[in-house]
């Protein structure tokens, strides 16, 4: 039997596995993806990348600070300097490097979707493909709105999560041959409320074309959410290259990403929710707000109140 589970390899399911296995206990991530890192995510594709995911960390907190500066040391993250003249991290090469640092020597079942959980005398059934596996205790760090398929719609945690609002993201990765009139732009009225020149970032690989990524506002992307993706592409693309004034066949490379769960409208305004046995824990950026760090603190939380509640 596994010590814990953690359902979702994501910074809250990283954070809680890291404060599990300092603590002794053997913790086991099981997650969906091909990679791990969830919403902090870099594709890779013809040469080029793009972060289509988080697109920079922040710090508030001294321990997080601490979490980025280990992780300089070990030239996993770098400043960006976007010309906003804030402290912006980026993962180096990619965002999603720095999920990985985060996550060496912690045990990852990737392409691992958990599609039911189950308690089980005193401890917890979690389903993989056809497999079930037994675990002591589970953490489950999916977006909240996801919770209730795992955890059956009448489970006493899933309630307070009603509360909980996200927003979709629709987001354009392009390449394009044409010179680069700004690092980012940001207006939360323009369809495309953000856009960043990706091949800024520090470590970035050489290139004849220019990375963009650009995110669809909330209302474009609730508008659009359910086209296809090559469709999703077409329409953002003629937009970035107006708002860059450059003309469409200046690309080399478009493709769209659908992130339904995107980012946090509404937050828990808790750490972390746990069942009243002590078996049972509920993390993730929704619970404190739409940030990388809010992520952190909250898996970081859901390991303690796991490790309070042990016999
Ligand atoms: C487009 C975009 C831009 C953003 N920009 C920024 C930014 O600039 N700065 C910032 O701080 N934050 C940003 N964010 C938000 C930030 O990415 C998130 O707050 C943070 O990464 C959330 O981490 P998490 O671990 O809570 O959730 P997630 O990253 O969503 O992790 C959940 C994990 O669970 C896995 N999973 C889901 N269901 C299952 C299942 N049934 N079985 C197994 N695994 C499962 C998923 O594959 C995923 O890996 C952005 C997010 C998006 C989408």
Same mark, same amino acid.
């Given at each position: ?8 390899? +994501? ?18 991530? &099981? ?13 890779? @594709?013809? +040469?080029?990348?793009?972060?289509? +995911? ?5 710090? %508030? $907190? ?13 030239? @996993? ?27 060496? +020597?912690?045990?990852?079942?990737? %392409? ?53 609002? &996200? ?39 050489? /290139? ?12 474009? /992307? ?22 860059? $004034? ?66």
């Amino acid at each position: 039997m596994m010590d814990v589970a953690i359902v979702g390899a +994501g910074i809250a399911g990283i954070a809680c596995a890291r404060r599990l296995a300092g603590a002794g206990l053997v913790p086991v991530l &099981f997650d969906k993806g091909r990679g791990i890192g969830g919403r902090v995510a870099t594709r890779r @594709a013809d +040469g080029l990348q793009f972060d289509h +995911g988080a697109q920079y960390v922040t710090v %508030r $907190g001294d321990a997080f600070a601490a979490v980025l500066d280990a992780a300089e040391t070990r030239e @996993a993250v770098a400043r960006w300097q976007d010309g906003s003249g804030r402290g912006r991290w980026v993962g180096t090469p990619g965002m999603s490097s720095l999920a990985k640092a985060l996550a060496q +020597g912690l045990e990852v079942r990737q %392409r691992a979707e958990v599609t039911a959980l189950r308690p089980d005398e005193g401890a917890w059934m979690l389903r993989v493909r056809d497999a079930w596996h037994r675990a002591a205790r589970v953490v489950v760090t999916v977006p909240a709105p996801q919770v209730a398929g795992l955890l059956g719609a009448d489970h006493p945690l899933v309630a307070p999560l009603a509360a909980v609002g &996200f927003a979709p993201s629709l987001t354009l990765m392009a390449a394009l041959s044409a010179p680069a009139p700004f690092v980012t732009r940001c207006d939360p009225d323009d369809p495309l409320s953000w856009i960043a020149q990706d091949s800024s970032k520090p470590g970035r690989p050489a /290139s004849d074309a220019v990375a963009w990524v650009a995110q669809a506002s909330a209302a474009f /992307s609730r508008r659009h959410l359910e086209d296809d993706p090559d469709d999703i592409a077409a329409a953002m693309l003629p937009l970035l290259c107006d708002r860059l $004034g450059t003309a469409p066949d200046r690309a080399v490379h478009a493709a769209a990403h659908r992130w339904r769960y995107a980012h946090v409208t509404a937050p828990l305004g808790q750490p972390c929710l746990a069942a009243a046995d002590g078996t049972l824990c509920l993390a993730g950026d929704w619970c404190l707000g739409p940030r990388v760090e809010a992520a952190w603190t909250s898996g970081t939380a859901a390991a303690d109140t796991l490790l309070e509640r042990m016999p």
